[in-house]
């Protein structure tokens, strides 16, 4: 067999059974295409009003490589939002806080306006420490809400 420089596929792959799994190995090569499509999915189950599934998606998402910061930064914001929706307000607000450090560090308004959009999804939890934290976070970058 002839020895190629593209890394071959890790055994671990072989145990997928769905087409939203994700493998239980430490890498997966990724192309832009597979983060799109996931994205895409994750945005239809939280329109169909699953938004538990769609936070799952964008967690598999935030495991692939490559990811730029800004694209991290604006996915935790959704996958937030996603998990807000859930009804994981202790859960959306760690992972928006982790969002607004990306965000900020990328100046990314984009990722702003979700998480503004987050805090409002968090509004019947808004004496809670995470979505306090939250807010926080936001007030302190003086962000204002999306039109």
Request: proline fraction near 10%; include cysteine; hydrophobic fraction near 35%.
């Amino acid at each position: 067999m002839p020895q190629t420089d593209r890394p071959q596929a890790p055994d671990c792959l072989t145990h997928l059974t769905g087409p939203h799994e994700w493998p239980p190995c430490p890498y997966l090569p990724v192309d832009r295409a597979f983060i799109t499509g996931q994205t895409r999915s994750a945005a239809f189950w939280n329109l169909t009003g699953k938004p538990g599934q769609a936070a799952e998606l964008y967690g598999h998402v935030l495991k692939t490589e490559p990811l730029s910061r800004r694209d991290r930064g604006y996915f935790m914001a959704r996958m937030a939002s996603s998990l807000a929706l859930s009804g994981e307000p202790d859960e959306a607000s760690l992972v928006g806080i982790q969002a607004v450090e990306l965000a900020s560090a990328t100046s990314s308004l984009r990722t702003k306006r979700e998480l503004r959009r987050t805090l409002q999804v968090l509004t019947p939890w808004s004496g809670r420490p995470g979505p306090v934290e939250l807010r926080s976070a936001l007030s302190d970058w003086n962000v204002t809400a999306p039109q």
